[in-house]
Structures are given as structure tokens and as C-alpha cells.
């Protein structure tokens, strides 16, 4: 039987994509008992050896801006800067200036340096997800008309579901 070594910490050979090198099991000393999971820092060998550079940052960052919130209070007050930037930069429905914010905030990524790519502008046929055309579609649909079946039957659906919803509890 072979085992992995992981800096002195030995497993038996489950996953070979975290397997650095091998050992015989006769060489392996009593004294160092094999762990019953994953060492720790096995994640980390196997992202040194396969790096994805920009997942490993976002994941990096998600936990800093994790720990950095859970160092914060419970209870937020009105003077808290954080929570105050995190709602003037919202950007809602009903707000007059929200186009204007929009167009400013696009600004802001072009100066930036950013490569922005070009959008649709106008209407589209919804579709399964929510995925808008390229920005050269000239506005014609040249589906077989499932997408529009299925979006129909989906409405239906849903319909019915409440209307027998309402029906049910009516006189409650």
C-alpha cells in the first residue's frame, strides 16, 4: 500500500490530484498515526500546483471582506461610514437620478482603465436565463418559437398556482 506525504502528515491514497509524492507503507514510522481527514493545507498545495490566479484573489478577497464584517458590531447605528457608503451607493428603482448615476458610474470604469464592452440597448424576448443579446442583434427573432413556449407555459404555471392559492384560502 502507498501513502502520500504532506510535510510529514501521511494519508492513504484517495485523491491523486493532492498526492505529492508516494511512500511504501513498510517505511512508515508508528510513531506519526494517519490522520482521519484532509490536512488543512492540502487545499493550498493542490491551488499551488493547478493556480487560478483570479478565483484564487476574489475567493481571498470574499474572506477578508468576511472577517473585516464580522469584526464589526452587531448593532449598527446611524454615524457606522460602511453601512452609510454601502446605501448612497445603491442604486434604486424609483430614484429620478438613477440613469444619470448609471452613466457616471460607466465613466468612472472607462477612466479607470477597464475594457467595457458594448451592451444592447432596447427590448429583448425574455429567455430561459435571462441573457441578453450581443449588441450587433438587429431586433429580430429568429427562434423556433420554444423559448416563447416555454416562457408562455411558465406564466401559465405560475398563474394557476396562485389562482388556486387565492381560490383555496378565500373564505379562511
Not at 491514497?13 to 493545507?41: A, M, N, Q, V, W
Request: proline share 8%; hydrophobic share 30%.
Amino acid at each position: 500500500m502507498l501513502v502520500a506525504c504532506f510535510n510529514r502528515l501521511r494519508m492513504p491514497i484517495g485523491d491523486k490530484r493532492y498526492c505529492i509524492s508516494f511512500t511504501p507503507f513498510h517505511t512508515l514510522t508508528p510513531l506519526e498515526p494517519f490522520p482521519t481527514h484532509f490536512p488543512s493545507h492540502a487545499s493550498c498545495v493542490y491551488s499551488q500546483m493547478y493556480p487560478r490566479k483570479t478565483q484564487l484573489q476574489e475567493r481571498e478577497q470574499q474572506r477578508a471582506d468576511e472577517l473585516r464584517e464580522m469584526a464589526k458590531p452587531f448593532a449598527r447605528h446611524a454615524d457606522d461610514t460602511d453601512m452609510n457608503q454601502l446605501l448612497k451607493e445603491e442604486i434604486r428603482a424609483d430614484d429620478p437620478m438613477a440613469a444619470y448615476m448609471l452613466k457616471q458610474r460607466e465613466k468612472a470604469i472607462v477612466a479607470s482603465g477597464r475594457t467595457v464592452r458594448p451592451k444592447y440597448k432596447g427590448p429583448w424576448p425574455s429567455n430561459r436565463y435571462n441573457i441578453p443579446p450581443g449588441y450587433r442583434w438587429d431586433g429580430r427573432d429568429r427562434s423556433n418559437g420554444f423559448e416563447k413556449k416555454l416562457m408562455l407555459y411558465k406564466n401559465k404555471a405560475s398563474a394557476t398556482k396562485k389562482d388556486a392559492y387565492r381560490w383555496s384560502s378565500e373564505n379562511m
